[in-house]
């Protein structure tokens, strides 16, 4: 077991339940029995009945996904728990919970028949292209070895008809204590954790002569190979090469400089690639390298590329010959020491966040040690090993790497891409003759392409502070500037080395006229691909290299803004990057045309997915087809026009007279006033703007649609319940309450009772403006067959909720899953920058958040009820089907 104390989140505790069994060691009859296990611990244990696990939890303010779930790899199988420390039963429970789950299952006939239409029903979902491709692409990547034929979602054919017996074998087997790890970490003492383990543990004796549990080696192949597959409903072309090694765990000081030098090799090659894909006519759309462990018996050195129609053998060469430019002529200084800066950054930030990492982090790390067993270093001992190491690491060190990590032996390519009219996949023979090209191209050195210039040059004359604000309550001050722009300030310690930011103003794209739609609407787009001043975006980010600073512009319906974050050391720096937003736009014409071809390859292909098809026909009826709602293709690039958008760009951020600036973390308030004085007041002043009504309409009516797409066995559900609605904090409150409680019944009835979805959502959104609306949606993936009953199950528990009132459990989850998260909220940065900007915007006091445990308590069954009668009474229901082409 692992015990530790950590305080993020205040009051809750992570349980991890990690059993070193997963998919790898089932048996041919057994396959997707390890998954349907992990299903099988929600639907009854020793002292829980089906639902009643789930019920409690939820009762107590834990949400059966965020904070209760599972998951099923090859080699492992893990049950994630987050309890709250302030309730000494629920501790109690979580244990008992645990415990359950590693010995006390039920697995009782009548629950696993019917649990087999939820798992069916999970595979059936994850049934697309994607996994059609990857389920050719296993065998060979991982050829010869028990994973190739081990997939954790397992065969249909064995989950429609597999013993039940099967499933216990499964669970007696491989289900006990040296299998076993208990992982207790946060906010509460550790000895009475350890207490806790050993008082619901200890009692479980050990097998008698247990299985061996088996390793499963990945076997070498000197030859190169290649696994090419395409697919009539894929929506890109890649090209992947993967170099297979012994799995490599850092155990000693040598072993963790190993694995700097290999991040400083695999950081440096994919700036490289990234450089290269911002230029005019790139090989490809997008490349990557990387190093990891897909499974307990090899690591994999990993070069790839997305590319465009009939570009595999181009990106393919490319990807190969930059990694062989390393070889012949290894990496720059400049290079490696803008990279170094960069680790030391991260690796000082985390230290400096030590006390505020989240307890996830730690849960991790221990999970790793146990399943891999990987030694995890502390933040403390990494600094140090850090300053003690990078030092010392040379171009030698690094650029040997590309010799050890690409080999002509345990080499797997994997080529796969769109089956289509123009496009001709390669060869096998085509794809192997790339490596002998590569080592026959006459290279040159790379050439470090650095701007060092000051990333402002002349500033105006600094700005004003003229007033002052405070809003003791929620401890907010608000700054009125002399240029008229307003700052707010909300001084947390949540995190010492965090500052976020989001500026915004009123306006957006819907001050253009349809003509300049489209150039406005991609504005920030190819405003944030250019780079800003006399920087190009390659040139901009080595620039920053080791700083933790970030500043980018967006261009909305109805307004404008910047979102940025960073260290307070480099506030400054995030203040510079601001400035030159509003000041020095500029179109980098090599940045657009890359991002224009990147943009049309997908655009080529996205129809042949068919959600995307579904997905299109559900905006352009709902929003009546206007022309700002539909949905892009490749024609839509050619109303494109670049300077026309930097034109519109430097309109709507000519001035700052009218934005509002809102700052959340840990700054110095002195220094930010002078850095706000600074980079802020002297930016341009300029009129108030504000958005024009861009008059899209929802669809009203009823409304049934159906889309036939795909050649999968299944289909796709969306219901939409719209209408107008008094936009106030009470309202809102009501709906998404009422909502909460919708979401529960639906998966009760829908998934646990009918079996007939893996999951069901549902969820609201409200709009203020242009004109105050509601919209309520309702989504669940399907069998065919099983969608005109699905359908008519929602209506009735739609029903239900209106005509009578829910049992008092459903009020108590709705109440306690809302305070619990209000909690973990108010001790984040992104919750206060989220909803102090939602006030601002909306024009309601920023003191209202203070009000929340009063609206909660407030709440009854009777609100509940009631808003159902009024969201669901609207004569606006929309229901969008998505069938197989092949069915009538």
């Given at each position: 077991y692992y015990v530790r104390h950590n305080g993020k989140p205040a009051n809750r505790l992570e349980l991890r339940l990690v059993v070193r069994t997963g998919s790898v060691l089932e048996e041919d009859d057994q396959q997707g029995l390890a998954h349907f296990l992990e299903h099988m611990a929600f639907n009854g244990t020793a002292h829980y009945d089906k639902q009643a696990l789930v019920d409690y939890l939820e009762g107590i303010g834990m949400r059966f996904g965020p904070d209760l779930n599972a998951y099923t790899s090859f080699d492992e199988t893990v049950y994630k728990l987050q309890l709250p420390t302030d309730n000494a039963e629920a501790l109690d429970a979580g244990f008992r919970i645990l415990c359950d789950w590693a010995f006390g299952i039920r697995n009782d006939s009548e629950e696993i028949d019917a649990e087999r239409g939820v798992v069916i029903e999970e595979w059936r979902g994850r049934r697309?292209?994607?996994?059609?491709?990857?389920?050719?692409?296993?065998?060979?990547?991982?050829?010869?070895?028990?994973?190739?034929?081990?997939?954790?979602?397992?065969?249909?054919?064995?989950?429609?008809?597999?013993?039940?017996?099967?499933?216990?074998?499964?669970?007696?087997?491989?289900?006990?204590?040296?299998?076993?790890?208990?992982?207790?970490?946060?906010?509460?003492?550790?000895?009475?954790?350890?207490?806790?383990?050993?008082?619901?543990?200890?009692?479980?004796?050990?097998?008698?002569?247990p299985t061996e549990r088996p390793h499963f080696d990945m076997p070498d192949h000197e030859e190169r190979l290649v696994s090419i597959v395409t697919d009539a409903e894929a929506t890109s072309s890649s090209v992947n090469i993967y170099y297979k090694h012994e799995v490599s765990l850092p155990r000693t000081v040598d072993d963790f400089r190993r694995e700097l030098i290999e991040s400083l090799f695999t950081g440096m090659l994919n700036q490289r690639y990234d450089e290269e894909r911002q230029k005019a006519d790139a090989p490809f759309l997008g490349a990557y390298t990387s190093k990891s462990a897909y499974v307990r018996a090899s690591e994999f050195f990993m070069l790839g590329a997305e590319v465009s129609d009939n570009g595999w053998l181009r990106g393919m060469t490319a990807v190969l010959a930059e990694a062989a430019r390393v070889r012949r002529f290894g990496f720059t200084a400049g290079e490696l020491e803008r990279l170094k800066a960069e680790m030391m950054s991260g690796i000082e930030r985390a230290y400096a966040e030590r006390n505020s990492t989240e307890s996830r982090a730690f849960v991790r790390r221990c999970t790793r040690h146990f399943t891999r067993g990987a030694i995890s270093v502390g933040v403390e001992d990494r600094l140090e090993l850090y300053r003690q190491l990078l030092p010392t690491i040379e171009l030698a060190h690094v650029n040997i790497l590309a010799a050890e990590l690409m080999t002509a032996g345990n080499c797997v390519v994997l080529v796969d891409g769109p089956e289509k009219d123009g496009v001709t996949p390669p060869s096998k023979d085509e794809v192997l003759k790339v490596f002998d090209d590569v080592a026959a191209l006459d290279?040159?050195?790379?050439?470090?392409?650095?701007?060092?210039?000051?990333?402002?040059?002349?500033?105006?004359?600094?700005?004003?502070?003229?007033?002052?604000?405070?809003?003791?309550?929620?401890?907010?001050?608000?700054?009125?500037?002399?240029?008229?722009?307003?700052?707010m300030l909300k001084p947390t310690t949540f995190k010492q080395d965090e500052i976020l930011l989001h500026a915004w103003s009123s306006g957006g794209h819907s001050l253009v006229g349809d003509a300049d739609y489209i150039p406005a609407a991609s504005a920030d787009s190819l405003m944030n691909r250019s780079g800003w001043g006399d920087f190009s975006k390659a040139q901009l980010q080595k620039k920053l290299a080791g700083k933790t600073a970030s500043a980018s512009p967006y261009i909305g319906e109805l307004s404008e803004g910047v979102r940025g974050g960073c260290r307070p050391a480099d506030l400054e720096v995030m203040m510079q990057l601001v400035h030159l937003i509003f000041t020095a736009p500029r179109v980098d014409d090599e940045a657009c045309q890359a991002y224009l071809a990147r943009l049309r390859t997908k655009l080529e292909n996205r129809l042949a997915r068919p959600e995307a098809v579904f997905n299109d026909e559900i905006e352009v009826t709902m929003s009546q087809g206007h022309l700002r709602r539909k949905p892009w293709t490749p024609e839509t690039l050619e109303e494109m026009d670049a300077e026309r958008s930097l034109q519109l760009f430097r309109e709507r951020f000519e001035s700052a007279g009218d934005f509002t600036f809102l700052f959340v973390g840990n700054f110095d308030t002195g220094e930010l006033e002078s850095l706000v004085e600074k980079y802020v007041a002297s930016l341009p002043a300029g009129s108030d703007e504000s958005w024009r009504d861009p008059d899209v309409r929802p669809a009203a009516g009823k409304i049934d649609r159906t889309v036939r797409k795909g050649v999968d066995p299944k289909s796709r559900v969306r219901m939409k319940f719209g209408g107008d609605i008094t936009f106030n904090y009470q309202e809102r409150y009501w709906i998404y309450s009422m909502v909460s409680a919708l979401r529960t019944r639906l998966r009760e009835e829908v998934r646990e009772a009918i079996g007939g979805t893996y999951s069901v959502r549902a969820y609201a959104s409200i709009d203020h403006y242009p004109v105050p609306w509601f919209e309520i949606n309702i989504g669940f993936g399907c069998a065919p067959d099983q969608v005109e009953m699905l359908i008519d199950a929602v209506r009735r528990e739609i029903e239900n909720l209106q005509s009578e009132l829910l049992e008092e459990s459903y009020l108590t989850k709705v109440t306690q899953t809302q305070l619990r998260e209000r909690e973990v909220s108010l001790e984040r940065n992104s919750f206060w920058l989220h909803i102090l900007h939602y006030y601002d915007w909306h024009g309601e006091d920023v003191k209202t958040v203070l009000d929340f445990e009063n609206y909660v308590s407030a709440l009854s069954l009777s609100d509940i009820r009631d808003t159902a009668r009024r969201c669901f009474g609207t004569p606006n229901v929309a229901t969008f089907i998505l069938r197989p082409e092949d069915q009538p």
């Open positions: 697309g292209a994607g996994q059609r491709i990857w389920d050719k692409h296993f065998e060979i990547l991982f050829h010869g070895s028990q994973y190739a034929v081990r997939r954790p979602i397992g065969k249909k054919e064995v989950l429609d008809t597999f013993d039940h017996g099967r499933l216990r074998d499964f669970y007696n087997t491989w289900y006990r204590p040296e299998l076993t790890a208990v992982i207790a970490v946060g906010d509460f003492n550790e000895d009475a954790l350890v207490a806790k383990i050993r008082e619901y543990f200890s009692e479980e004796p050990a097998r008698k002569s290279l040159e050195p790379y050439v470090d392409d650095v701007a060092d210039q000051p990333l402002i040059g002349q500033l105006p004359d600094a700005g004003r502070v003229m007033r002052r604000e405070r809003v003791e309550a929620v401890d907010l001050t608000i700054w009125h500037l002399s240029n008229g722009a307003r700052v």
